[in-house]
């Protein structure tokens, strides 16, 4: 399941890295790693699986919850 807790481009955190390993694990591409940075690399993986997942506000300001 996906992490449920807000995270926001720029930030830095442990939930940013339960959302990387997230994405990792499912086969998206974050080159870096977990780093619990989220920077463009987590930005465009996220957008890729929201798109995926049919949600809207692809990867950009307030993540949020990432239940559809």
Same mark, same amino acid.
């Given at each position: 399941?996906p992490?449920?807790?807000?995270?926001?481009?720029? %930030? +830095?955190?442990?939930?940013?890295?339960?959302? $990387?390993?997230?994405?990792?694990?499912? =086969?998206?591409?974050?080159?870096?790693?977990?780093?619990?940075?989220?920077?463009? %690399? +987590?930005?465009?993986?996220?957008?890729?699986? $929201?798109?995926?997942?049919?949600?809207? =506000?692809?990867g950009v300001?307030?993540?949020?919850?990432?239940?559809?």
């Amino acid at each position: 399941n996906p992490p449920t807790v807000p995270v926001a481009y720029g %930030q +830095t955190s442990k939930d940013v890295i339960a959302l $990387q390993n997230f994405l990792l694990s499912l =086969g998206y591409s974050i080159p870096a790693g977990p780093t619990g940075y989220f920077g463009s %690399q +987590t930005q465009q993986a996220l957008t890729q699986w $929201q798109v995926a997942n049919g949600i809207t =506000g692809q990867g950009v300001g307030l993540i949020g919850g990432l239940n559809p």
